[in-house]
């Protein structure tokens, strides 16, 4: 009994720190942890170090903990974002049919754009699953609409470069949201890898905030010189798509 009596204890402890971390409004430190939980510092420590390697805690840039990438992995998977794709699934259907390319339906989750489904290309090439590819919001159309109608903050440091094409400045990155904006859709050329175009638009939700990015992306060859007419052609769905959105009450579209 004593040794079940203390498992209990620990994993009601560990349980405790996880609730403490995804409950606050900021990344918390580990003095501010050990402090909430009233644990030994050494405790703590195990504590923490065991919730990082399963996944449940992860820390950021500063060393602050924050919910770790399970919780990414199951928000990318279930609900709000469940109904979301159910009604896009139709639209993306039929994206998929009118370009042939390769249609996308990103959300975000935190700083990370998180691709929640796609509709493959008619073409072989072209097709791959991008569901579980992690790319940096700023090399991706998807990831640009977000920064456009900001519901994303633009990075405030140097960003990383994956091709020559790739925007890193974040004034630039913030002049390119504005053509996008005045456009309405986003497009990368070559900015994620060399040969690869995607263009993406926004859809809004019930409140009218941003709350996915809708895209197709495929070869620079068969989509340079289409850009305005999927471009249009994106904006219709999304639009439509909106609406529907906006006649779901909260709790059954996305909140």
């Given at each position: 009994m004593p040794e079940a009596s203390t498992g209990t204890q620990a994993v009601d402890r560990a349980a405790a720190l996880v609730s403490t971390v995804v409950h606050a409004d900021a990344p918390l430190t580990f003095a501010d942890l050990q402090e909430a939980s009233g644990l030994a510092k050494s405790t703590t420590s195990r504590m923490l170090a065991a919730l990082e390697r399963g996944g449940l805690l992860e820390r950021d840039a500063g060393g602050s903990y924050v919910a770790g990438s399970l919780f990414w992995l199951y928000a990318a998977r279930h609900d709000p974002w469940e109904e979301l794709v159910r009604l896009a699934r139709p639209a993306m259907e039929r994206i998929g049919e009118e370009t042939s390319e390769t249609v996308h339906l990103s959300v975000t989750r935190g700083d990370r754009v998180v691709q929640v489904a796609q509709v493959d290309s008619r073409y072989l090439l072209g097709t791959r699953d991008w569901t579980e590819v992690d790319v940096p919001p700023h090399t991706s159309a998807l990831g640009k609409v977000f920064?456009?109608?900001?519901?994303?903050?633009?990075?405030?440091?140097?960003?990383?470069?994956?091709?020559?094409?790739?925007?890193?400045?974040?004034?630039?990155?913030?002049?390119?949201?504005?053509?996008?904006?005045?456009?309405?859709?986003?497009?990368?050329?070559?900015?994620?890898?060399?040969?690869?175009?995607?263009?993406?638009?926004?859809?809004?939700?019930?409140?009218g905030d941003v709350v996915a990015a809708l895209g197709v992306s495929g070869p620079t060859t068969r989509l340079e010189?289409?850009?305005?007419?999927?471009?249009?052609?994106?904006?219709?769905?999304?639009?439509?798509?909106?609406?529907?959105?906006?006649?779901?009450?909260p709790k059954e579209g996305v909140a």
């Open positions: 920064y456009a109608w900001d519901a994303l903050p633009i990075p405030p440091g140097p960003l990383a470069a994956l091709t020559e094409n790739t925007i890193t400045d974040p004034d630039a990155l913030a002049r390119d949201g504005r053509r996008t904006r005045s456009r309405g859709w986003a497009v990368t050329d070559g900015e994620l890898e060399i040969g690869l175009t995607g263009i993406a638009v926004p859809v809004h939700g019930p409140r010189d289409r850009l305005d007419e999927l471009g249009t052609n994106l904006s219709s769905h999304a639009t439509q798509l909106s609406t529907l959105l906006r006649g779901r009450a």
